[in-house]
């Protein structure tokens, strides 16, 4: 059973500092990562995408990879009150034709 | 460009009922995805459709199913319902989902079912 885990949360920080969301995957064949964020009562928007190793940065956010570890990360920066939300973890399929979602971290950003 | 839509919103039905719901993706986008969503499970992968062919089907049973059209719109079908079917039925589209990377897919807003 290929598996995403994320801790649940909540995780909470006050404005302006740093959020470290987390996400550990069992498929070594996926190839594909992605986060969303999804806020209460809407649907998931997708917030980054990270293929290669190493990371990669979009304005205040940065993902960050490690296929060996079988880990991914998403670093936002200057957290904001409007940051505060659920964040969710996927992974593609080897086929590619799916997405494995985590459970979803939830995010409290304190004014 | 006009994102993904679902049709309808919100649904209510009694239990052994049947209901359909219906997805429209980004116009372009021949891959259809279909999620289901519930607290305690979260997002899971129901099937995924391009061209009109099913290509992968998740760990649901068979009361589950859907179809896609020629314009790529798609719908999903449950038949007789049950409590534990309630949840938000999420649609999501991408250009192909192929190519061994998976293509970013977009959401739509989602069907929110009811089953009492």
């Known amino acids: 059973q290929k598996e995403v885990e994320q801790n649940s949360g909540p995780l909470s920080v006050p404005e302006g500092a740093i959020a470290s969301l987390n996400c550990t995957y069992s498929?070594?064949?996926?190839?594909?990562f992605f986060w969303y964020r999804q806020y209460s009562g809407k649907s998931p928007e997708l917030i980054m995408f990270i293929y290669s190793n190493g990371d990669k940065e979009d304005g205040r956010f940065t993902a960050q990879l490690n296929k060996a570890s079988q880990y991914v990360s998403l670093l936002i920066r200057d957290s904001q009150p409007s940051d505060s939300a659920t964040y969710l973890c996927?992974?593609?399929?080897?086929?590619?034709?799916?997405?494995?979602f985590g459970k979803g971290t939830t995010l409290s950003v304190s004014s | 460009k006009a994102g993904v839509t679902q049709t309808p919103r919100y649904l209510i039905k009694t239990r052994g009922q049947q209901v359909t719901l219906s997805c429209s993706p980004i116009?372009?986008?021949?891959?259809v995805s279909w999620y289901q969503q519930t607290p305690g499970q979260g997002l899971q992968f129901l099937f995924e459709?391009?061209?009109?062919?099913?290509?992968n089907k998740g760990n649901f049973p068979g009361r589950f199913s859907g179809r896609q059209f020629s314009n790529s719109r798609s719908e999903m079908n449950v038949s007789t319902l049950e409590l534990g079917d309630s949840a938000l039925y999420l649609c999501a589209s991408s250009l192909t989902g192929t190519g061994g990377y998976q293509e970013t897919q977009y959401f739509g807003p989602g069907t929110r079912l009811l089953v009492l």
């Open positions: 996927a992974v593609n399929n080897q086929a590619g034709t799916a997405l494995i």
């Open positions: 459709y391009f061209s009109e062919t099913q290509r």
């Open positions: 498929d070594r064949g996926s190839q594909s």
């Open positions: 116009s372009g986008h021949r891959s």
